[in-house]
C-alpha cells in the first residue's frame, strides 16, 4: 500500500548551481544535477521496466527510507524523468513511470550497469581493504 507522505507528494524544484548550462557550463555537471543524487539513478534503472508503485519500488531497492524515496521521486518528477499517475480508487493508488525524456536515458544507465560490473566492484573492494588497514 502506498503511504500518507507519497499521496501527497507535490515536485520540488531543486536548486541548481548555474543559472543556465551555456558554455563553459558543463553538460555532464546538468546531466548529474538531473540524476545524481544516492538513489535517483536506482530508480531510473527500476523504472526503465515499466510503471511500479511506491511501494513495489521501495521494496526491490532495499534499504532507501521512504522519506528519501519520496524526495527523490518529486525531484524527478519536478526535472521531467518520471511521471507519477495517480488513480481514484480507494484506498488511493499511486504509481510511477519513465517520461519520454527518462527513457532516453537508458543507454547511460546500462553503460553505467555496466561499468559497474566490470569495474565499481572492484574498486570499491580494493577502498575498502585500504581503509581497514588504516583502521
Sequence with gaps: ????????????AKQSRHSDYEPPACPVEATLELIGGKWKG????YLLDGRLRFSELKRKIGCVTQRMLTK????????????RI???EVPPRV??????????????LMALKQWGESHAVALLKNRSQ???HVA
Design 130 to 132: 585500504q581503509e581497514d
Design 72 to 83: 527523490q521521486l518529486r525531484e524527478l518528477e519536478a526535472s521531467g524523468l518520471v511521471n
Design 86 to 88: 495517480v488513480y481514484a
Design 95 to 108: 504509481e510511477y513511470e519513465l517520461t519520454t525524456e527518462g527513457k532516453s536515458l537508458e543507454p547511460v
Design 42 to 45: 536506482i530508480v531510473l534503472f
Design 1 to 12: 500500500m502506498d503511504t500518507i507522505g507519497d499521496l501527497d507528494a507535490k515536485p520540488v
